[in-house]
T-cell receptor
């Protein structure tokens, strides 16, 4: 079955540094991959989408890479700020499913001043 | 503009009781999704509506769970004979389901935290 793996341990970094989160997936060749942010007590919020034919995508301080050979996506936040502290979810569409999404368990990021 | 809203924000019930959870999607969004999120896990797909009809209910765990969207807007998730294992945050999301689009962004509500005692 389709599986998404994200580091379950929290990532602690210092303000101003670059945070890098990893998403690995198996048994799957998705047409695209998304990253969402989730704050405690809130629903997930869409951040970025990258298609299988795109190697990299950027949005302000965010950068996502998508390696379909390694079946891996990396999510980077440059010049991190305490306000970036949240859980980041890697999301793939179900095989053959329009917008039916599979969510990873997420990695919690804590940016310290 | 208004986002997706869900009511109640918290629901505590006793084992065996019936509960209804409500979702008000963003106006004009034709697609509506229900997810369930347990502590430390990502949201898990339950059911997808396109308009009034349930296009895919394959994520509903059993026949105690049922959802409706009678007028293509508000949706209600209904759980009969609740069990302690049903305790989780139930999230609703909507998307505009753009014509020919395969990558609609889903907009999530804040969720309803259900606790079954």
């Amino acid at each position: 079955s389709q599986k998404i793996e994200q580091n379950s341990e929290a990532l602690n970094i210092q303000e101003g540094k670059t945070a890098t989160l990893t998403c690995n997936y198996t048994n799957y060749s998705p047409a695209y991959l998304q990253w969402y942010r989730q704050d405690p007590g809130r629903g997930p919020v869409f951040l970025l989408l990258i298609r299988e034919n795109e190697k990299e995508k950027r949005k302000e301080r965010l950068k996502v890479t998508f390696d379909t050979t390694l079946k891996q996506s990396l999510f980077h936040i440059t010049a991190s700020q305490p306000a970036d502290s949240a859980t980041y979810l890697c999301v793939l569409p179900f095989s053959g499913g329009y917008n039916k999404l599979i969510f990873g368990a997420g990695t919690r990021l804590a940016v310290h001043p | 503009g208004a986002g997706v809203s869900q009511t109640p924000s918290n629901k505590v019930t006793e084992k065996g009781k019936y509960v209804e959870l409500r979702c008000d999607p963003i106006s004009g969004h034709t697609a509506l999704y229900w997810y369930r999120q347990s502590l430390g896990q990502g949201p898990e797909f339950l059911i997808y509506f396109q308009g009034t009809g349930a296009a895919d209910d394959s994520g509903l765990p059993n026949d105690r769970f049922f959802a409706v969207r009678p007028e293509g807007s508000v949706s209600t998730l209904k759980i009969q004979r609740t069990e302690r294992g049903d305790s989780a945050v139930y999230l609703c999301a909507s998307s505009p389901q753009l014509a020919g689009g395969d990558t609609d962004t889903q907009y999530f509500g804040p969720g309803t935290r259900l606790t079954v005692l």
